[in-house]
T-cell receptor, first 115, second 119 residues
Framework: EPEVTQTPSHQVTQMGQEVILRCVPI?????FYWYRQILGQKVEFLVS????????KSEIFDDQFSVERPDGSNFTLKIRSTKLEDSAMYFC?????????????FGQGTRLTVV | AQKITQTQPGMFVQEKEAVTLDCTYD???????LFWYKQPSSGEMIFLIY??????QNATEGRYSLNFQKARKSANLVISASQLGDSAMYFC????????????????FGKGTKLSVKP
């Protein structure tokens, strides 16, 4: 069964360092998302991406964040200068084309720890 | 204001019994979708079931059913015949816009309910 894959599963980084979280969405999907979940809290939307550009972003997604689809398969989230409060589980999701319901399939997540 | 409210931070259920996890939502958009996801301790998010705002019938997927009461803006998840493997966090989520200008609309999540199934 096709699935969304994320790498790495766990990343530890020093405060102020840049990190890149990687995702390979399901191959025929066109809509891509990043969500984050701070430990013990709810899942929060960061950004959605369609047709090689950002289609929506939340207030969390400030200038230190960026997304890219560098080739036909990868979808990345870059955090330029990490802060302690960026520690969270980051989920990539993708969904198929369609004008009605399509569920978002989530990857297994990358746990980011900023120290 | 909370868009998705899950009032039960934790629930216990005996194995083989049914359990209902509550979810209420708030939207003025006539077109929306409601989703339930399961998050086991390993952390991944597993899609369980979907209900569209225009669907006449309540959604069912195996042991999962969604008790959709549109006038009350509730979308409770019912798990029948609970199993030990059902122990997990359960998140209710809503998507307000199916398709608009290239966006399918992001998911808005509730805070979740931790379900523990007792043997």
């Amino acid at each position: 069964e096709p699935e969304v894959t994320q790498t790495p599963s766990h990343q530890v980084t020093q405060m102020g360092q840049e990190v890149i979280l990687r995702c390979v969405p399901i191959s025929n999907h066109l809509y891509f998302y990043w969500y984050r979940q701070i430990l013990g809290q709810k899942v929060e939307f960061l950004v959605s991406f369609y047709n090689n550009e950002i289609s929506e972003k939340s207030e969390i997604f400030d200038d230190q964040f960026s997304v890219e689809r560098p080739d036909g398969s990868n979808f990345t989230l870059k955090i330029r200068s990490t802060k302690l409060e960026d520690s969270a589980m980051y989920f990539c999701a993708s969904s198929a084309p369609g004008t009605t319901y399509t569920e978002a399939f989530f990857g297994q997540g990358t746990r980011l720890t900023v120290v | 204001a909370q868009k998705i409210t899950q009032t039960q931070p934790g629930m216990f259920v005996q194995e083989k019994e049914a359990v209902t996890l509550d979810c209420t939502y708030d939207t003025s958009d006539p077109s929306y979708g409601l989703f339930w996801y399961k998050q086991p301790s390993s952390g991944e998010m597993i899609f369980l079931i979907y209900q569209g705002s225009y669907d006449q019938q309540n959604a069912t997927e195996g042991r999962y059913s969604l008790n959709f009461q549109k006038a009350r803006k509730s979308a409770n998840l019912v798990i029948s015949a609970s199993q030990l493997g059902d122990s997990a966090m359960y998140f209710c989520a809503m998507r307000e816009v199916f398709y608009y200008g290239g966006s399918q609309g992001n998911l808005i999540f509730g805070k979740g309910t931790k379900l523990s199934v007792k043997p």
